[in-house]
C-alpha cells in the first residue's frame, strides 16, 4: 500500500507546480488559507516534488492544528521516503509518518486505508503494542474479514492467546465464505500450540483444512480454475496448517496421521 492515501480531483492541465508565489497570498494577490496551501502541497507531492510538497503541506498544518488534510499527506510523503531509503534513515521516515498519520487519526481522520498504514508502520518498527493499538481501532470500526485477522496477529504478537482464539474464533463463524477463512483457523491453531494445547491445536487445524477444501472448492467451481488472489490465500493457508499438522504428528510419531498429511501436502503442490 504506497502513494497518497486519498486524493482530491484537480485538472491535470492547470496544475500549479511552482509554490513560489508570495508567502501569505495567492499568485492573484488574494490572501492565502489553509486549504490553498494544502491544495498546492498536495498537487506538489502527486507529481513527486516531495521537497516542495513537504513545505507547503507543513505550512497548511502550522496554519491551523486541527486541519488533518495536510498531516495524512506528510504521513504518507515521510512513508513513501522510508519505503525509498535504508537503514536508520528507512527509520526515521517511517518514525515520522507515524506521528502525522496518528496526529490526523486523532482529529477524526479514521478511514480504514489510514489504519492499515499505521498498522504497517507499526510493524515495520517493530512497535507491536502500536500495531495493537490500530489493530483495535480499525476492527471496531471496520469490523470486515481483513480487519479481524489482522486483529489476531496484532494480538499473537503480544502473547495474548486468548485473545487470538476469541478473536479468529468469531471471525471464522462469521465470515465462512471468506479467503481468510483459513488464516483465522491457522492462527488459532498456532495459539493453541503456544498454549501447549497441542491436541485441540491438532483438533482446530484439521477442521480448518476441511473449511478450506470446501471453500476452495466452491471459489473453483465459479472461477473455472480458481486463480485468484482469494483462492491462492486459501492455497497458501492449507499448506501453512498442514505443516504444522506434519510438526505435530512428527513430535508425538503418530505415522498414519502424518502419511496422510505428507499425501496432501503433495496433491496440494509442496514437495519440501
Same mark, same amino acid.
Given at each position: 500500500?504506497?502513494?497518497?492515501?486519498?486524493?482530491?480531483?484537480?485538472?491535470?492541465?492547470?496544475?500549479?507546480?511552482?509554490?513560489?508565489?508570495?508567502?501569505?497570498?495567492?499568485?492573484?494577490?488574494?490572501?492565502?488559507?489553509?486549504?490553498?496551501?494544502?491544495?498546492?502541497?498536495?498537487?506538489?507531492?502527486?507529481?513527486?516534488?516531495?521537497?516542495?510538497?513537504?513545505?507547503?503541506?507543513?505550512?497548511?498544518?502550522?496554519?491551523?492544528?486541527?486541519?488533518?488534510?495536510?498531516?495524512?499527506?506528510?504521513?504518507?510523503?515521510?512513508?513513501?521516503?522510508?519505503?525509498?531509503?535504508?537503514?536508520?534513515?528507512?527509520?526515521?521516515?517511517?518514525?515520522?509518518?507515524?506521528?502525522?498519520?496518528?496526529?490526523?487519526?486523532?482529529?477524526?481522520?479514521?478511514?480504514?486505508?489510514?489504519?492499515?498504514?499505521?498498522?504497517?508502520?507499526?510493524?515495520?518498527?517493530?512497535?507491536?503494542?502500536?500495531?495493537?493499538?490500530?489493530?483495535?481501532?480499525?476492527?471496531?470500526?471496520?469490523?470486515?474479514?481483513?480487519?479481524?485477522?489482522? %486483529?489476531?496477529?496484532? =494480538?499473537?504478537?503480544? #502473547?495474548?492467546? @486468548?485473545? !487470538?482464539?476469541?478473536?479468529? /474464533? +468469531? $471471525?471464522?463463524?462469521?465470515?465462512?465464505?471468506?479467503?481468510?477463512?483459513?488464516?483465522?483457523?491457522?492462527?488459532?491453531?498456532?495459539?493453541?500450540?503456544?498454549?501447549?494445547?497441542?491436541?485441540?491445536?491438532?483438533?482446530?487445524?484439521?477442521?480448518?483444512?476441511?473449511?478450506?477444501?470446501?471453500?476452495?472448492?466452491?471459489?473453483?467451481?465459479?472461477?473455472?480454475?480458481?486463480?485468484?488472489?482469494?483462492?491462492?490465500?486459501?492455497?497458501?493457508?492449507?499448506?501453512?496448517?498442514?505443516?504444522?499438522?506434519?510438526? %505435530?504428528?512428527?513430535? =508425538?510419531?503418530?505415522? #498414519?496421521?502424518? @502419511?496422510? !498429511?505428507?499425501?496432501?501436502? /503433495? +496433491? $496440494?503442490?509442496?514437495?519440501?
Amino acid at each position: 500500500m504506497k502513494g497518497v492515501l486519498r486524493t482530491a480531483p484537480f485538472a491535470l492541465g492547470v496544475l500549479f507546480l511552482a509554490s513560489c508565489g508570495p508567502s501569505g497570498e495567492s499568485g492573484r494577490g488574494t490572501p492565502e488559507t489553509k486549504e490553498s496551501v494544502y491544495q498546492r502541497g498536495h498537487e506538489l507531492y502527486l507529481t513527486m516534488h516531495m521537497e516542495d510538497a513537504e513545505r507547503e503541506l507543513a505550512r497548511a498544518a502550522a496554519m491551523d492544528s486541527n486541519y488533518a488534510d495536510p498531516l495524512v499527506d506528510l504521513g504518507s510523503l515521510w512513508f513513501d521516503r522510508g519505503m525509498k531509503a535504508e537503514g536508520a534513515v528507512r527509520t526515521e521516515g517511517f518514525r515520522r509518518a507515524r506521528t502525522f498519520l496518528a496526529r490526523a487519526e486523532a482529529l477524526g481522520y479514521r478511514e480504514s486505508e489510514a489504519y492499515d498504514r499505521l498498522c504497517e508502520i507499526c510493524t515495520s518498527l517493530e512497535d507491536a503494542r502500536g500495531f495493537l493499538k490500530y489493530a483495535k481501532k480499525n476492527a471496531e470500526r471496520y469490523p470486515f474479514d481483513r480487519q479481524m485477522y489482522n %486483529l489476531g496477529v496484532a =494480538y499473537f504478537g503480544v #502473547e495474548e492467546w @486468548a485473545a !487470538v482464539l476469541k478473536t479468529e /474464533r +468469531e $471471525a471464522s463463524e462469521k465470515f465462512r465464505e471468506s479467503p481468510y477463512v483459513g488464516a483465522f483457523y491457522r492462527e488459532m491453531g498456532l495459539a493453541y500450540m503456544k498454549m501447549d494445547r497441542d491436541q485441540t491445536a491438532e483438533r482446530t487445524l484439521t477442521a480448518g483444512v476441511q473449511a478450506v477444501d470446501a471453500r476452495l472448492a466452491a471459489v473453483r467451481k465459479s472461477e473455472e480454475g480458481g486463480t485468484s488472489d482469494g483462492s491462492r490465500r486459501l492455497q497458501d493457508d492449507k499448506i501453512g496448517m498442514l505443516l504444522l499438522l506434519r510438526r %505435530l504428528h512428527t513430535t =508425538y510419531r503418530e505415522s #498414519e496421521k502424518l @502419511a496422510q !498429511v505428507e499425501r496432501q501436502l /503433495r +496433491e $496440494a503442490g509442496y514437495t519440501k
